[in-house]
C-alpha cells in the first residue's frame, strides 16, 4: 500500500489513522460509491469540497458524503457575502489535489476548514487519503484538531 503524503503528515504529527484501499472507476467518484466500496454508513465517508469566497477567497468545508453544501450558510460561516465552488481545473493547482482524492490535510496551502457538525457523532469517519482509491480512518475530533477546523452546521 502506498504512502500518501496524508499519511506522511498524520504520522509525523503523532496522529492515529488507518489508510483502506477501495476499487473506484474515473465513471463514479462520489460518496455513495465510496461508502459502498466500504461497507459504512455514507454518514461517516465525508467529502471535501473548496469554494471560493467573494471577500476572504479559498476555503474548505469537509461534509458527509449525502449531504450537499448550503452556498448561503458556507459563505455566512467563511465571513463572505457570497460563494462558489472553485472550478475543477483550479482544484490541482490550488490544493494539490484532483476530483475524488482531494483530502482536508496537506493542501498546498491552509485554507480556512470548516467541518460539518455531525462527524462528532462518530468515533470515526473516512476522509480521502490524498488520492483516488484510498480513504483515511480518523477520529473527527483528532481531524479537527490538526486541521483546525471550525464545526458548523454546513
Given at each position: 500500500?502506498?504512502?500518501?503524503?496524508?499519511?506522511?503528515?498524520?504520522?509525523?504529527?503523532?496522529?492515529?489513522?488507518?489508510?483502506?484501499?477501495?476499487?473506484?472507476?474515473?465513471?463514479?467518484?462520489?460518496?455513495?460509491?465510496?461508502?459502498?466500496?466500504?461497507?459504512?454508513?455514507?454518514?461517516?465517508?465525508?467529502?471535501?469540497?473548496?469554494l471560493r469566497g467573494d471577500r476572504n477567497g479559498l476555503f474548505v468545508c469537509v461534509i458527509p458524503?449525502?449531504?450537499?453544501?448550503?452556498?448561503?450558510?458556507?459563505?455566512?460561516?467563511?465571513?463572505?457575502?457570497?460563494?462558489?465552488?472553485?472550478?475543477?481545473?483550479?482544484?490541482?493547482?490550488?490544493?494539490?489535489?484532483?476530483?475524488?482524492?482531494?483530502?482536508?490535510?496537506?493542501?498546498?496551502?491552509?485554507?480556512?476548514?470548516?467541518?460539518?457538525?455531525?462527524?462528532?457523532?462518530h468515533d470515526y469517519i473516512y476522509i480521502s487519503a490524498g488520492i483516488r482509491g484510498m480513504q483515511?480512518?480518523?477520529?473527527?475530533?483528532?481531524?479537527?484538531?490538526?486541521?483546525?477546523?471550525?464545526?458548523?452546521?454546513?
Amino acid at each position: 500500500m502506498q504512502k500518501t503524503n496524508v499519511a506522511r503528515l498524520l504520522d509525523a504529527a503523532g496522529i492515529k489513522y488507518e489508510t483502506i484501499e477501495y476499487s473506484y472507476t474515473e465513471e463514479d467518484l462520489s460518496a455513495q460509491h465510496v461508502a459502498a466500496e466500504l461497507g459504512e454508513d455514507i454518514e461517516q465517508v465525508f467529502k471535501t469540497l473548496v469554494l471560493r469566497g467573494d471577500r476572504n477567497g479559498l476555503f474548505v468545508c469537509v461534509i458527509p458524503g449525502n449531504f450537499e453544501v448550503d452556498l448561503k450558510l458556507a459563505a455566512s460561516i467563511s465571513g463572505n457575502k457570497s460563494c462558489e465552488m472553485i472550478h475543477m481545473k483550479e482544484l490541482l493547482p490550488s490544493t494539490g489535489y484532483i476530483r475524488g482524492g482531494c483530502s482536508p490535510i496537506g493542501m498546498k496551502k491552509k485554507y480556512p476548514t470548516f467541518i460539518h457538525e455531525s462527524c462528532l457523532l462518530h468515533d470515526y469517519i473516512y476522509i480521502s487519503a490524498g488520492i483516488r482509491g484510498m480513504q483515511i480512518k480518523i477520529n473527527p475530533r483528532d481531524l479537527i484538531s490538526y486541521t483546525d477546523a471550525e464545526i458548523y452546521p454546513i
